[in-house]
């Protein structure tokens, strides 16, 4: 049986280039395309029977981010795979928690495309283009950041907290007993274990509990 596909892409080039091959394909049958989620509201019902739902997310009125609530409300069987050229953190975060079931970029291969839906409908699996699984990867690998943190030395980890505290870093060498440039050296060495390069990065990984190892302070 063929996968019945609805499509919500504003482009128009590559909505027609879309509909044209999967017109030709064997097992995704293209059931409806619209420009817009008002369109694909209005147009829906007559549809009933969607698979999958490809989705932009740079569509005019309503986003695919904000699209996406809407679209399991209508149809809540259906599988929602966004189809984008953003690949940055925020937005592929805010789609997962949204409820999208995969984010595909596109890289012009239909073929690759046609067979990651295949793969989500037989499968029931999430179809996620490397680029995209790989920054999910990275983003949730708490264990690595730990074992960064914990090389930190013990004088280390006192400099982190005084800076996240509000101190300067001539209030932290006054507070430690040490020069400024003492400071300095063991702040560059933090930034090369941390594989950081910024003191609001050190801070932000401090207050994320990845090096708070409960040392005493002095």
Known sequence: MAIRLAIIEDDPIFREELTEYFAKHATVECVLVVDSLPKFQHFYRKFMAIDIILLDINLPMVSGIEGIPILRRMLPEAEIVMHTVVNDYDTIF???????????????????????????????????????????????????????????????????????DGLSYQEVADALNISINGIRYHIKNMYRKLHINSKSALMRRFREGGFDSGLPLF
């Open 94 to 164: 805010k789609c997962i928690c949204a409820g999208a079931n995969g984010y595909l970029l596109k890289e012009g291969n239909l073929d690759k495309l046609a067979n990651a839906l295949l793969d989500i409908q037989e499968n029931g699996g999430s179809a996620l283009s490397p680029s995209v699984a790989r920054r999910i990867l990275t983003y949730f690998q708490p264990a690595a950041q730990t074992q960064q943190a914990e090389s930190l030395s013990e004088q280390e980890l006192k400099i982190s907290r005084l800076l996240v």
